[in-house]
């Protein structure tokens, strides 16, 4: 396993529309355990494939809390096929945006079908941090930032900042 660099605004790979995966093999799951390992290592709750400079429609996530033990989770050409017209709110924050947080409305159910790490089809409700969190990824696979459902303003304010922070920390 290895820790890859996660991509940062206003790199353009993370517009990009990520492809779908043609078969789970020993290498998808190898790729896998990698962003597994990178985001643990960042630390997040979730990363998209095309966050590690892969555009492939392919997603790790783990929400258990600290005290928990880990319970990773994989999704493989992830789709929602349904999502309830109840929104909720959530302070977001991206391991591409570091360091910037604003809230963002989101479906608190959403009804999800993906290949897991065994390539296995899965269907299941997500709802909470765990509705948050897919929404939020899977916006990853299509080149979408969650700085792109806030204002013009805020968005700019956002890339610039992670811009001066890169500047000042080349300059360091
Ligand atoms: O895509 C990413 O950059 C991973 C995010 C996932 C995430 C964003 C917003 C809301 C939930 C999950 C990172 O994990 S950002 C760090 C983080 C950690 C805990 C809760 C929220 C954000
Ligand atoms: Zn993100």
Not at 59 to 88: C, G, S, W
Not at 96 to 115: G, I, K, M, Q
Request: charged share 30%; with cysteine.
């Amino acid at each position: 396993m290895a820790i890859r660099r996660i991509l940062t605004v206003p790199d353009p790979v993370l517009k990009q529309v990520s492809k779908p995966v043609a078969e789970v093999t020993d290498e998808t799951r190898a790729l896998m355990d990698d962003m597994l390992e990178t985001m643990y290592d960042a630390p997040g709750i979730g990363l998209a494939a095309v966050q590690v400079g892969v555009p492939l429609r392919i997603i790790v996530m783990d929400l258990a809390r600290e005290d928990e033990p880990k319970a990773p989770r994989f999704f493989v050409n992830p789709e929602i096929l349904e999502r309830i017209e109840e929104t909720q709110p959530y302070e977001e924050g991206c391991l591409s945006v570091p360091d910037f947080y604003e809230t963002v409305e989101r479906p608190s159910r959403v009804r999800l079908r993906y290949l897991n790490y065994s390539g296995e089809p899965v269907e299941e409700w997500a709802e909470g941090l765990y509705a948050v969190c897919i929404q939020h990824e899977m916006d990853h696979l299509e080149g979408v930032l969650f700085i792109d459902h806030l204002s013009r303003l805020k968005r700019n304010y956002a890339i610039d900042k992670v811009k001066k922070a890169k500047r000042l920390a080349a300059n360091a």
